[in-house]
């Protein structure tokens, strides 16, 4: 391989415009046709490009601002009551990095919205409040604090939070700007309310075991039939695998989220993980195609993306683009401090898309740029 | 479900504007944040949305302008001499429908390009010429009209025509506005030319037979084994075939190429297919997810595609884009003809969203609109 | 289908013997040859015929004996200290049912064996004791009664008890049989005593989680990381689903000890489940494919096999053959019942063999035959 | 490892008998239980053990015995009329080696067998006739001269000759003693023929193309969908892969028929070869586990297995058991010599029994032991 990457060599699109060419190139457009060269260089580019940039929510800022909207409109009115977070440079597809969406929802004790479902996937990581739940193809699921949960694909799915709860705040993460770019997306309403096909909680009290699946229960489905995953069963496999490993030097103690009945990704188009940072630990650098977008469920640090730094703490939500280099620091040197994430790995994985690159400059850690 | 698919119901969005929601909105803009509900109903479509229209390009007056791009510049300069064809709504990701790109590339005898390689996957259809010939990966391939060759993605590949042989045009298809959208694209050149790892057509050789495949041979890589699948078998096939099968209501008889060591697609990203339409059928429409390039290797006819109808005869190229009813109709009584097409139909499967509706209105013929 | 299973019908082997035929027949012989017909009725039965009966070890018989053994033989002089259970039909191949072995395994505090490795599988249940280990490819594994730990083909793999513990009695369940009828069993010594690779109990501490697994390791291998399943975990797993499902009409509440990375079997040829009984819970009978040795965790009860009732409590150990009609009866009707079981049912899987019947007469509870 | 075999070393049973031992072992078989220590070196051997012998029988002795048994029975009397191979040590089960069976069948032009099914897998090699055909679940297909044809479990099959045909002989293959010792086997009759349900010869027209599926149908057996490999394209697929391949040094060019859509084995427990040795080829020597029953199809030549020399031609059919030393030898110098053979390598493979061991003594090739 050729490690030069300039475009000055044999192999690369390298014509000189004349008025022949010119002319040429018009009586082609006329035809709905063009010359590759006068193009290639652009749609071949050396490395990865991302098109979005690095950016950070403060929940400082945004929580007063999401929970006003609960008196601004009302969740008839607005289908869900969402405030959704963009990236500076994906506005056109209303994406907070590459082709994924995220958003934060509030809902008020005794609030609900109505049911429906969309070839888009999505997920939830529970913020605030108590009493929420999700009904999920007739499911209905209990949310705590930090529990993540899922609603996939073409499941029919609605939110609200009981009577007897307490205001609830979620973060919403969808991959709407993708399916709608695949051109492949749908919406349908539920008529009415969904009826409930089980008991509640029946998937994580029937997926939730470790090492044990149901014998008698055929799951033919393409995502998780375990449709929530506590924090209390979460965190605690995060501290018991702490234990006995290094951890990568990129993530610290990283899990990903899995479906239990095939050990790979929870849906079909978007993943998953939680990380733990030890105390002061400050991970090496590296890059890495796939979108991702973070949420602090613990603790408070930083991030160096693409050279920048970000502070967190709890609730904050920062996002990394495709092959941008990024490291993650825990401040605490008594605490850990843990990163819930979600991307579309699934995604480059399944296309043959994902390579990953370590930061070998100054021992692994970029030099800041400001 | 509820069939009603208009916006003015409880599940859409649904609020009236007022100032003191500009100024919310202006708020959460200078946060990176907007209210979902102002975007809601755009992003959330009832039934998936193509960007693209459907096209057709014809070889008639294509082919002397790309005989002409040999006489305008050299295979050193271009990188590849190619005319491609673009979508008129898809001109900025230069895709000639959905995410798909094709060009026309011509290469005179004893021509040939350098190597390269690169995420993006490409095909090849094979239409005029003779003693063409593809490298991938150290495997020479001879190339014969019709023919339908492949080069995976970062396999190296380079292309040319033997000295002996006749100037060759064949059509290209690749990927590279879906690897480009999806952030993962990359390139590299090749210093110098690709030694040769295998004898002369070892693939196809080793990998064409019929329901046998070489038993002490590994082979681990996400693609076919078989580079070249060539007409003088790929035909034939479709004969036996058309003797025994009633054929699809939709696309008469339609086999998809595939790698007969796992059955499906030849490559990770984009699949294809052939299909042969019986004298004087007339197929009946549908429409589905996914994108598709049609090139005509045989006789002549016409498709209606979302009601426009486009006549084609051998060598012509057109596009269907995802979700548009379509059917095909072959205008001669006495001879078959035949359609090569590649599609997205992988990523459309792997992840989720191939869905596919018949017509059924008017017997399931279209109404042509002109 | 005809649902006469007589051999007097046409599809049977029906000829009757001649002088002619028996010559004809000793001429076969002395070619290392026979006459299809005089063997097809027998090779050919109507249903899958067990060779095994169904049998029960009472522990309070074999106890005793297994201590005894711990003063009769060292584990130096006996490789392992085991007494194994043998099905009265199949002394020839020391098996338990069809193709499984079982024995009960004593070490005593301070014991150890020497390392090998088999490419039949292994596993274990914890009966008795504290303070035991297994050592399974350099990590080793604690182990608690009622815990179950695997020892996968081809691992390397000893056991023993920490000074400080106490005498640990354990059941061994190993496919033995079935690898060596399959002419590929082969076994081989450790030099020494393995290396610790990882630390103490890495396998459950890394992939013990629920919903989670570790995101930066590669696991390459044909069977569960996870070799050890607590009872700490699984019991708690087992009541949380018995509390929203109805359960199985044939097992009650029952859960599949499964590859985490995969949702599937624990290894390449042994299964193993575990199943709650509730109070009184008394389950249908039926039938199918795959040989069964079930130990009783917890409680008391008694299961009807093939018309023979076996009263069993904790400890006990009972097999049930092939294709027998069995039911199971917790006889409290304040506790719960619990039995461990293992089985070859990835064998009837993979190789598409197994099926399953409900015995349908009287209301689906067997007629006690005395 | 511990290359040492001996069983007098640490972690091999060594127990001297004593005559409190003796008085142990009898208390202990008194409860259905045994002391491990007594089997343990006989059950655990350190190398795969075959219980079958070598064995050759020659076509020449048995095509007028296999002729005379049309004189001798009907197939309504017989049900199937074969002569079946046996090996010299497997006689218990029926088997021409390990745990396969095979027999040769003739059929008389306007004969024909009634449907019947079974969980063991059939197949079929053609040696001799014309007009025969086999009837798989409605798909009648008609045989030649060395097609492979297979019956896979629980399809509906019957076989017939043509009245316009000529006595066919062929060879069958089944797995009825494995299927019988994993306790799994049944049979069933089926009332009357089995009415077509596809044109004759469906599944090789739809199914026999090279790299073509059919794109417009559903197949989810898991079998092959193509039920006969025709000699007419399969020899041809060897021609060309020898044109391009060094072959197997323990082979030559050797060919797996496959299921065009997985790439695997054609069914579900057994799979089948067809290999070619190029004029004068002698192969080198290696053992595997896995049994394996060969034909001649073509040619002449002799296997040298465990030490013994077999010689073979046209339509002899020979075994070589598991794990025992190989090689084969064309003994013409100008004509290729082609062998068929069928194995149990899909139950070696899904199973994780399969092993290799190249025979490394005197550069690869046994000293004959006579």
């Known amino acids: 391989m050729n490690e030069n990457q300039s475009d000055e060599q044999y192999g690369r699109a390298r014509v000189q415009t004349t008025p022949e060419l010119e002319a040429y190139y018009k009586e082609l457009e006329s035809l709905g046709a063009g010359a590759l060269w006068t193009v290639a260089n652009d749609i071949e580019p050396w490395e990865p490009k991302p098109s979005s940039i690095p950016m950070l929510w403060k929940y400082d800022d945004l929580r007063s601002l999401v929970l006003k909207s609960s008196e601004l409109v009302t969740p008839e009115q607005a289908g869900r009551r969402v405030v959704y977070l963009v990236n500076d440079k994906r506005k056109d597809v209303s994406a907070a990095v590459g082709w994924l969406y995220t958003g934060i929802q509030v809902t008020r004790p005794g609030e609900f919205t109505s049911a429906h479902r969309h070839k888009a996937s999505a997920l939830r990581f529970i913020m605030e409040g108590s009493g929420g739940y999700t009904v999920v193809d007739g499911n209905k699921i209990m949310l705590e604090v930090n529990d993540f949960v899922i609603t996939p694909n073409s499941t029919w799915h609605e939110h609200g939070v009981e009577e007897s709860g307490k205001t609830c705040i979620w973060q919403d993460g969808l991959d709407i700007p993708l399916i709608n770019a695949l051109e492949a ?186």
Chains 1, 2, 3, 4 share one sequence.
């Open 185 to 370: 997306n749908d919406y349908a309403v539920f008529d009415g309310t969904q009826p409930l096909v089980k008991p509640i909680n029946y998937s994580p009290l029937s997926y939730g075991g470790a090492g044990v699946v149901p014998a008698d229960v055929v799951w033919d489905k393409p995502y998780s039939p375990l449709f929530k995953y506590s924090w209390s069963k979460v965190y605690p496999a995060l501290l018991e695998a702490a234990k006995v490993n290094e951890g990568s030097p990129y993530d610290g103690i990283i899990m990903q989220y899995s479906n239990p009945l095939s050990g790979g990704h929870v849906m079909q188009t978007m993943g998953a993980s939680i990380q733990l940072l030890r105390p002061s630990e400050h991970t090496k650098a590296h890059k890495h195609t796939g979108s991702f977008v973070y949420q602090c469920a613990k603790g408070k640090g930083y991030s160096i993306i693409d050279g920048k730094r970000f502070d967190w703490k709890e609730r904050d939500i920062f996002c990394v683009p495709s092959w941008m280099n990024h490291e993650h620091v825990n401040l605490s040197d008594t605490e850990d401090a843990v990163l819930f994430s979600f991307n579309d790995l699934p995604v480059m994985e399944k296309l043959g898309l994902y390579q990953e690159q370590a930061y070998i400059e100054n021992n692994g850690y970029q030099e800041k740029r400001e």
